[in-house]
Protein backbone atom coordinates (compact mmCIF):
# COMPACT_ATOMS: atom_id res chain seq x y z
CA UNK A 1 0.00 0.00 0.00
CA UNK A 2 1.62 3.43 -0.91
CA UNK A 3 0.72 6.74 0.50
CA UNK A 4 -1.44 7.71 -1.59
CA UNK A 5 -4.54 4.58 -1.04
CA UNK A 6 -3.90 5.06 2.64
CA UNK A 7 -4.73 9.03 2.70
CA UNK A 8 -7.63 7.95 0.13
CA UNK A 9 -9.14 5.38 2.51
CA UNK A 10 -8.95 7.55 5.44
CA UNK A 11 -10.29 10.61 3.44
CA UNK A 12 -13.09 8.19 2.27
CA UNK A 13 -13.92 7.41 5.85
CA UNK A 14 -13.60 10.90 7.68
CA UNK A 15 -13.49 13.77 5.63
CA UNK A 16 -10.25 14.51 6.47
CA UNK A 17 -6.49 14.09 5.06
CA UNK A 18 -4.02 12.48 7.36
CA UNK A 19 -0.77 13.86 7.13
CA UNK A 20 1.65 11.42 5.68
CA UNK A 21 4.43 13.09 7.52
CA UNK A 22 2.82 14.28 10.95
CA UNK A 23 6.27 15.54 12.13
CA UNK A 24 5.89 18.32 9.49
CA UNK A 25 4.31 21.10 11.31
CA UNK A 26 0.78 22.18 9.63
CA UNK A 27 -1.65 25.16 11.33
CA UNK A 28 -5.02 26.36 10.97
CA UNK A 29 -4.58 28.86 8.09
CA UNK A 30 -1.81 27.46 6.43
CA UNK A 31 -2.74 26.99 2.67
CA UNK A 32 -1.24 25.01 -0.51
CA UNK A 33 -1.37 22.03 -2.33
CA UNK A 34 -1.45 17.95 -1.92
CA UNK A 35 1.36 16.27 -3.75
CA UNK A 36 -0.09 14.42 -6.62
CA UNK A 37 2.35 11.84 -6.32
CA UNK A 38 2.93 11.40 -2.86
CA UNK A 39 -0.04 12.90 -1.24
CA UNK A 40 1.73 15.16 1.42
CA UNK A 41 0.63 18.66 1.74
CA UNK A 42 2.99 21.13 0.52
CA UNK A 43 2.79 24.27 2.51
CA UNK A 44 2.88 27.86 0.84
CA UNK A 45 1.41 30.01 3.43
CA UNK A 46 -0.83 31.14 6.25
CA UNK A 47 -3.23 33.47 6.03
CA UNK A 48 -2.12 35.22 9.35
CA UNK A 49 0.93 35.76 7.51
CA UNK A 50 0.08 36.81 4.27
CA UNK A 51 0.34 40.96 4.00
CA UNK A 52 -2.40 40.42 1.08
CA UNK A 53 -4.89 39.38 3.35
CA UNK A 54 -3.63 41.33 6.29
CA UNK A 55 -3.90 44.48 4.33
CA UNK A 56 -7.08 43.58 2.87
CA UNK A 57 -8.88 41.50 6.43
CA UNK A 58 -7.08 43.89 9.13
CA UNK A 59 -9.65 41.98 12.06
CA UNK A 60 -8.05 38.55 11.30
CA UNK A 61 -5.06 39.60 13.37
CA UNK A 62 -7.77 40.13 16.54
CA UNK A 63 -7.94 37.53 18.71
CA UNK A 64 -11.10 36.67 17.85
CA UNK A 65 -10.26 35.74 14.68
CA UNK A 66 -7.36 33.62 15.86
CA UNK A 67 -7.51 29.43 15.76
CA UNK A 68 -9.33 28.00 18.78
CA UNK A 69 -8.70 24.64 20.43
CA UNK A 70 -11.38 22.22 20.69
CA UNK A 71 -11.99 19.78 23.83
CA UNK A 72 -9.70 16.91 24.44
CA UNK A 73 -10.90 13.10 23.63
CA UNK A 74 -9.78 9.85 24.84
CA UNK A 75 -8.83 8.77 21.74
CA UNK A 76 -9.64 8.56 18.11
CA UNK A 77 -9.73 5.40 16.05
CA UNK A 78 -10.13 5.64 12.45
CA UNK A 79 -11.39 2.72 10.33
CA UNK A 80 -11.18 2.38 6.33
CA UNK A 81 -13.73 0.14 4.64
CA UNK A 82 -12.47 -3.49 5.15
CA UNK A 83 -11.32 -2.48 8.59
CA UNK A 84 -13.09 -3.43 11.77
CA UNK A 85 -12.00 -2.21 15.08
CA UNK A 86 -12.27 -4.54 17.86
CA UNK A 87 -11.97 -3.95 21.73
CA UNK A 88 -10.08 -0.17 22.53
CA UNK A 89 -8.68 -0.22 25.73
CA UNK A 90 -7.23 3.26 27.10
CA UNK A 91 -5.15 3.13 30.53
CA UNK A 92 -3.75 1.02 32.42
CA UNK A 93 -0.78 -1.51 31.96
CA UNK A 94 -0.62 -4.26 28.96
CA UNK A 95 0.05 -7.40 29.68
CA UNK A 96 2.10 -8.52 27.32
CA UNK A 97 5.45 -9.44 26.46
CA UNK A 98 7.63 -6.38 25.83
CA UNK A 99 5.04 -4.32 26.88
CA UNK A 100 5.49 -2.90 30.31
CA UNK A 101 3.39 -0.20 30.25
CA UNK A 102 0.91 0.94 27.50
CA UNK A 103 -2.25 3.62 27.58
CA UNK A 104 -3.79 1.87 24.59
CA UNK A 105 -4.11 -1.09 23.22
CA UNK A 106 -6.15 -1.96 19.82
CA UNK A 107 -7.51 -4.45 17.65
CA UNK A 108 -7.79 -4.65 14.52
CA UNK A 109 -9.26 -6.94 11.77
CA UNK A 110 -9.06 -6.55 7.63
CA UNK A 111 -11.67 -8.36 5.94
CA UNK A 112 -9.56 -11.45 4.09
CA UNK A 113 -8.78 -10.49 -0.08
CA UNK A 114 -9.26 -6.87 1.08
CA UNK A 115 -7.24 -4.09 1.36
CA UNK A 116 -7.41 -1.81 4.85
CA UNK A 117 -5.76 1.63 6.61
CA UNK A 118 -6.37 2.43 10.13
CA UNK A 119 -5.34 5.56 12.23
CA UNK A 120 -5.28 5.61 16.05
CA UNK A 121 -4.58 8.73 18.32
CA UNK A 122 -4.62 9.11 22.02
CA UNK A 123 -5.81 12.41 23.46
CA UNK A 124 -6.37 14.25 20.49
CA UNK A 125 -7.58 17.85 20.13
CA UNK A 126 -8.74 19.46 17.61
CA UNK A 127 -7.60 23.08 16.40
CA UNK A 128 -9.56 25.03 13.89
CA UNK A 129 -10.36 28.05 12.56
CA UNK A 130 -12.95 29.81 13.80
CA UNK A 131 -17.02 29.29 12.02
CA UNK A 132 -17.32 33.46 11.97
CA UNK A 133 -14.04 33.83 10.21
CA UNK A 134 -14.91 36.73 7.46
CA UNK A 135 -15.19 33.80 4.36
CA UNK A 136 -16.21 35.66 1.96
CA UNK A 137 -13.61 38.25 2.49
CA UNK A 138 -11.24 35.70 2.57
CA UNK A 139 -12.26 34.23 -0.58
CA UNK A 140 -11.53 37.56 -2.30
CA UNK A 141 -7.85 37.00 -2.25
CA UNK A 142 -6.31 36.23 -5.29
CA UNK A 143 -3.19 33.66 -3.80
CA UNK A 144 -6.17 31.70 -2.32
CA UNK A 145 -8.03 30.81 -5.83
CA UNK A 146 -6.26 27.77 -6.43
CA UNK A 147 -4.87 27.07 -2.91
CA UNK A 148 -6.14 24.42 -0.58
CA UNK A 149 -7.23 26.26 2.90
CA UNK A 150 -6.13 23.89 6.25
CA UNK A 151 -9.33 24.99 8.31
CA UNK A 152 -8.88 22.28 11.27
CA UNK A 153 -5.98 20.61 12.43
CA UNK A 154 -5.89 17.26 14.61
CA UNK A 155 -2.90 16.98 17.61
CA UNK A 156 -2.23 14.88 20.53
CA UNK A 157 -2.07 16.20 23.84
CA UNK A 158 -0.75 13.25 25.52
CA UNK A 159 2.62 10.94 25.63
CA UNK A 160 1.84 7.37 24.90
CA UNK A 161 2.81 4.08 24.39
CA UNK A 162 0.96 1.48 22.39
CA UNK A 163 0.12 -1.80 21.59
CA UNK A 164 -1.19 -3.30 18.09
CA UNK A 165 -2.77 -6.95 17.85
CA UNK A 166 -3.86 -7.26 14.56
CA UNK A 167 -6.10 -10.11 13.01
CA UNK A 168 -5.16 -9.27 9.41
CA UNK A 169 -5.18 -12.45 6.72
CA UNK A 170 -2.94 -10.59 3.58
CA UNK A 171 -1.75 -7.57 4.53
CA UNK A 172 -1.03 -5.25 7.58
CA UNK A 173 -2.31 -1.77 6.80
CA UNK A 174 -0.85 1.36 7.52
CA UNK A 175 -1.16 2.92 11.21
CA UNK A 176 -0.24 6.36 11.99
CA UNK A 177 -0.07 6.86 16.46
CA UNK A 178 0.77 10.43 17.05
CA UNK A 179 2.55 11.34 20.51
CA UNK A 180 4.89 13.32 22.05
CA UNK A 181 7.29 10.62 23.16
CA UNK A 182 8.20 7.36 21.56
CA UNK A 183 5.90 5.14 20.41
CA UNK A 184 5.65 1.86 21.05
CA UNK A 185 4.38 -0.82 18.44
CA UNK A 186 3.48 -4.91 18.89
CA UNK A 187 2.25 -6.11 15.98
CA UNK A 188 1.42 -9.21 15.07
CA UNK A 189 1.34 -11.08 11.87
CA UNK A 190 3.09 -7.41 10.27
CA UNK A 191 3.69 -8.51 6.51
CA UNK A 192 3.32 -5.11 4.60
CA UNK A 193 3.89 -1.33 4.90
CA UNK A 194 3.55 -0.36 8.57
CA UNK A 195 4.21 3.20 9.66
CA UNK A 196 4.69 4.64 12.97
CA UNK A 197 5.76 8.78 14.37
CA UNK A 198 6.20 10.58 17.11
CA UNK A 199 6.90 14.36 18.10
CA UNK A 200 9.75 14.36 20.20
CA UNK A 201 9.42 18.19 21.49
CA UNK A 202 7.18 17.76 24.00
CA UNK A 203 4.51 19.76 22.72
CA UNK A 204 1.20 19.31 21.30
CA UNK A 205 2.19 19.94 17.54
CA UNK A 206 2.47 16.77 16.19
CA UNK A 207 -0.21 17.70 13.05
CA UNK A 208 -1.96 13.98 11.92
CA UNK A 209 -5.52 14.60 10.32
CA UNK A 210 -6.27 18.11 8.13
CA UNK A 211 -9.42 19.20 6.79
CA UNK A 212 -8.97 21.06 3.80
CA UNK A 213 -11.27 23.71 1.65
CA UNK A 214 -11.19 24.64 -1.45
CA UNK A 215 -13.02 27.34 -2.68
CA UNK A 216 -16.05 26.08 -4.77
CA UNK A 217 -16.13 26.46 -9.00
CA UNK A 218 -18.51 28.96 -9.31
CA UNK A 219 -16.78 31.06 -7.09
CA UNK A 220 -13.47 30.72 -8.31
CA UNK A 221 -14.94 31.60 -11.95
CA UNK A 222 -16.35 34.46 -10.15
CA UNK A 223 -13.25 35.36 -8.75
CA UNK A 224 -10.98 35.37 -12.05
CA UNK A 225 -13.95 37.75 -13.57
CA UNK A 226 -13.17 40.24 -10.53
CA UNK A 227 -10.15 40.62 -11.00
CA UNK A 228 -10.61 41.86 -15.34
CA UNK A 229 -13.59 43.25 -14.20
CA UNK A 230 -13.92 45.43 -10.94
CA UNK A 231 -17.47 45.32 -10.37
CA UNK A 232 -18.92 42.21 -11.56
CA UNK A 233 -21.33 41.06 -9.24
CA UNK A 234 -20.45 37.85 -7.03
CA UNK A 235 -22.52 35.05 -7.27
CA UNK A 236 -25.59 34.35 -4.79
CA UNK A 237 -25.08 32.04 -1.96
CA UNK A 238 -27.16 31.50 1.01
CA UNK A 239 -24.21 30.34 2.89
CA UNK A 240 -20.29 30.15 3.17
CA UNK A 241 -20.59 26.31 2.45
CA UNK A 242 -21.52 27.26 -0.71
CA UNK A 243 -18.02 29.29 -0.96
CA UNK A 244 -15.68 27.39 0.34
CA UNK A 245 -16.00 23.22 0.54
CA UNK A 246 -14.38 20.29 1.08
CA UNK A 247 -11.86 19.19 -1.14
CA UNK A 248 -11.06 15.96 -2.40
CA UNK A 249 -7.55 14.08 -3.27
CA UNK A 250 -5.95 15.36 -6.61
CA UNK A 251 -6.14 11.85 -8.31
CA UNK A 252 -8.08 9.26 -9.87
CA UNK A 253 -9.56 6.21 -8.59
CA UNK A 254 -6.55 4.29 -7.04
CA UNK A 255 -6.92 0.10 -7.75
CA UNK A 256 -5.60 -2.33 -4.70
CA UNK A 257 -1.86 -1.51 -5.55
CA UNK A 258 -2.03 2.24 -5.35
CA UNK A 259 -2.56 3.04 -8.99
CA UNK A 260 -4.78 5.01 -11.04
CA UNK A 261 -7.30 2.86 -12.57
CA UNK A 262 -7.33 4.40 -16.55
CA UNK A 263 -10.59 5.52 -17.62
CA UNK A 264 -12.05 3.69 -20.45
CA UNK A 265 -14.97 5.41 -22.29
CA UNK A 266 -16.93 2.98 -23.53
CA UNK A 267 -20.36 4.90 -24.71
CA UNK A 268 -19.03 4.71 -28.74
CA UNK A 269 -17.91 0.94 -28.22
Given at each position: M????????????????????????????????????????????????????????????????????????DELVICSEHTISGDVELGGTAAAAGMAHASLKAHFKI?????????????????????DLPWRELAKI????????????????????????????IAAPVGSAGGNTAVTWKASRRTHLFRTACSPSGAADYSTLLKLKKMSPRWKEWCHKLIKWRDSPPPEVTNDDEIWEDASVPWATLDDTGKEDDFEDTIFD
Open positions: DSRLYISMIQQTSARFPNWCPATPVKPGDFGEINSQSGEFEREGNIYELKEVTDAIPSLLGDDFRPKYGRVDVKGQRGAFLVMVRPRAMSLPSKRLTSMLLVTEVTVNEQDISVELIGDLP
